[in-house]
């Protein structure tokens, strides 16, 4: 008798740089990126460029803050810390999740003025299974970025022993289709928007007039998108100089019989 195939588990994911929540009308405002947020009612949120204990932003913990004003759990990791400030990405999430892994990314050592990158990486329960999504904010040096592309993909990442399919890659990549570094990840993973079939031309930046695709999601097998799409409307243009990418991802886990088979394998 053939075995009934098992109903596929879906997720509503968010990437978005909020800039310190600096709107690009001057105004630092968390609740505002939390509306913006909350409209589009997502399971997971990518942030980038969080603020937490800066002056600039008053000393709040923005990561904490957003993520109280959506009654999510959230992790942060402080891509540069001086002293007490620190600044960097943030998953928000209503699922269960925990922490796999959180560092830094490689610079350039002729240009050690380059703003620190780095990348979190945490494991959700999604269905009955595990999805693992890794946020990332890249550099603004294509051969920086390129670098920093080839170590996610290596062994300290996603390419070493911790990493399981199916994963997520999504962030500000500062890096168009036409990159080396777009490239190179679409050499190995799945952007969401071929996916979903994504019409236009999906730019993210400026918010107020976008010309460019920086922000993006990509994934592993075991994972396709049914929805990709970038944000609009006034106040996504207001509450930051980026729109969010939103993407409704679908893990559709193999049948028992086959999992049993390849479990008895491994």
């Keep these: 008798m053939d075995l009934p195939l098992p109903r596929p588990a ?16 001057g105004v ?6 939390a509306e913006v947020i909350a409209a589009c009612e997502p399971d997971v949120v990518a942030l980038q460029e ?9 000393g709040l913990d923005q990561a904490e803050e957003i993520a109280r004003l959506l009654d999510m759990r959230h992790h942060f ?25 959180a560092g830094a990314l ?15 990486w945490v494991e959700i ?14 550099g ?20 070493g022993d911790r990493a399981r399919t199916p994963f997520v890659l999504v962030g500000d990549l500062n890096a168009t289709p036409l990159s080396r570094a777009y490239r190179r990840l679409a050499a190995r993973l799945t952007d969401v928007r071929g996916l979903a079939g994504g019409q236009g031309r999906g730019a993210t930046f400026p918010s107020r007039f976008p010309v460019l695709r920086l922000d993006h999601v990509f ?3 075991g994972v396709t998108a049914e929805r990709a799409g970038v944000v609009r409307g006034a106040l996504p243009r207001l509450a930051s100089d980026h729109l969010p990418l939103l993407t409704e991802l679908c893990l559709v886990p193999a049948p028992a019989g086959i999992a049993a088979r390849a479990s008895a394998t491994v």
């Design 10 to 25: 879906r997720l509503r994911l968010m990437t978005y740089n909020i800039r310190h929540c600096r709107g690009v009308d």
């Design 28 to 33: 630092i405002s968390p609740a505002r990126i």
């Design 50 to 58: 969080v603020d937490v204990g800066r002056a600039r932003t008053g």
């Design 77 to 101: 990791h402080p891509a540069l810390q001086i002293l007490e400030e620190r600044y960097g990405d943030a998953i928000l999430t209503t699922r269960p999740a925990s922490l796999v892994k």
């Design 106 to 120: 490689p610079g350039l050592a002729r240009r050690p003025g380059l703003e620190p990158r780095g990348a979190l």
């Design 125 to 138: 329960a999604v269905g009955g299974g595990r999805l693992q999504i890794l946020n990332t904010h890249l």
């Design 140 to 159: 603004l040096s294509g051969r920086e970025r390129l670098a920093q592309v080839e170590a996610l993909l290596g062994p300290d990442w996603l390419g």
């Design 219 to 221: 994934v592993s097998d």
